[in-house]
């Protein structure tokens, strides 16, 4: 039996590594793989991925490969594993089979180094695949050293990579951007579920509006979610984003229009005299703040549909359309003709955009209160748009 080992940290695994498997598995015609996280030393446990988590986002990652499995050797050992180490208890369970061992181009290129190299190149042949697609002929030349000086059995391997690196995905899922297209959709679900990396998890953001707002706008604020995520999955929008964007939207809610405008001050949020004239906008401007600021979420989509839901603006997105219609017809909605914009969203959600916007226009009259120009904008692109 020819038998691969692919290693690693996978904090979390990304595409890139599910495409390196597979190729490594086809290419060295392997009859098993198994994938070994490494195990975290003690003094790095805090602050850390769980070991926990990092064996079931490798399990979700590669379950689907053929002949890969996970194996939990280094993670159960508890602290750093040296891969001889793990190679020698390999060997030891299946002494007639031959085992290859999967090498990114960093560790290849840092393999002279590796504690035990010698012995490691008795127990196993080495398969290198590039990384980044331009550094061919250094792994050759680091292959031929290795073979030269060790004795290594080195193989380099065509492969076209895909770019990406754990690191690269943490810091996209920290700042907040889609990491959705970097890691396998099973792997983004359990992030998310978890709150894993800085990821803003339902939940939290959930517990964070319980604490902040009445219940009544609490009840809101999920209707608004929950709608939103109707609509998304309807009109083909990102679901996650919708929820996050309708949880979120009236973040601020509980400040006075005088607070909304000291928190504008306090913290440089710009202000026109527009706003001033429709001081019930404001808390749009800072809950967008507020979302970027303190739950640091850069996604612009939902910073957007934030920003707008109350004034609406030319040339609004699918999602910006979305919670602006999910504020005027979630559940908790109760005022006489709901059911009728209910339906107009089911149908066409253009039409209810444009529907609910001419309400609110008229009743902005009737209350004699200004109308923000970014809404009168709203209905003059409308206007041009349907003729
Ligand atoms: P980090 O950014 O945290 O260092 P990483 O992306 O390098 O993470 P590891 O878990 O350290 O991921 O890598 C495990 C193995 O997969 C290593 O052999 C590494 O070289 C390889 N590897 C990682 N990313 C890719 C990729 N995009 N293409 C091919 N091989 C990769
Ligand atoms: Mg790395």
Redesign the pocket.
């Given at each position: 039996m020819k038998i691969g080992v692919?290693?690693?940290?996978?904090?979390p695994?990304?595409?890139?590594?599910v495409?390196?498997l597979e190729v490594f598995a086809e290419k060295c015609g392997l009859d098993r793989v198994f994938v070994i996280p490494?195990g975290t030393p003690p003094h790095k446990a805090a602050g850390n991925t769980s070991d926990t988590d990092r064996l079931e986002m490798a399990r979700l990652a590669f379950g689907h490969v053929k002949n890969a499995e996970v194996c939990d050797y280094e993670v159960k050992k508890c602290g750093k594993s040296y891969s001889v180490e793990t190679l020698e208890w390999l060997k030891t369970q299946y002494p007639n089979d031959s085992i290859t061992l999967?090498?990114?181009?960093?560790?290849?290129l840092s393999f002279h180094k590796w504690y035990k190299v010698e012995r490691i190149f008795q127990l196993c042949s080495v398969a290198a695949?590039?990384?980044t697609g331009d550094d061919r002929a250094a792994l050759d030349e680091q292959a031929k050293m290795l073979r030269e000086k060790f004795g290594g059995n080195v193989s380099v391997y065509d492969?076209e990579?895909?770019?990406?690196?754990?690191?690269?995905?943490?810091n996209s899922i920290n700042g907040g951007l889609d990491f959705s297209a970097l890691v396998p959709e099973s792997v983004a679900e359990y992030i998310r579920f978890n709150g894993l990396y800085g990821c803003i998890n339902i939940e939290n953001a959930k517990e964070l509006l319980r604490s902040r707002l009445p219940a009544k706008r609490f009840e809101h604020c999920l209707g608004v979610a929950k709608t939103a995520v109707y609509l998304a999955e309807k009109y083909g929008a990102d679901k996650r984003k919708a929820e996050i964007a309708g949880l979120l939207h009236d973040v601020t809610k509980n400040l006075s229009n005088s607070e909304q405008i000291d928190f504008c001050t306090e913290n440089d949020v710009p202000l026109d005299e527009n706003d001033l004239a429709s001081p019930q906008v404001i808390h749009a401007k800072t809950a967008e703040f507020f979302v970027r600021d303190t739950l640091k979420i850069t996604d612009d989509e939902i910073l957007s549909a934030i920003r707008y839901h109350t004034t609406g603006h030319a040339g609004m997105s699918l999602l910006d359309k979305i919670i602006y219609v999910s504020d005027f017809i979630e559940p908790n909605r109760d005022y006489s003709d709901v059911d009728h914009y209910r339906a107009l969203a089911d149908n066409d959600l253009d039409n209810a955009l444009f529907e609910g916007l001419k309400w609110i226009i008229c009743n902005t009259i009737t209350k004699n209160i200004a109308i923000h120009p970014d809404t009168i904008e709203m209905y003059n692109y409308i206007i041009n748009e349907r003729t």
């Open positions: 692919f290693g690693g940290t996978f904090d695994p990304h595409n890139g590594h495409a390196a490494t999967y090498t990114g181009s960093d560790m290849l695949f590039s990384r492969f990579p895909l770019a990406i690196s754990s690191t690269s995905v943490r």
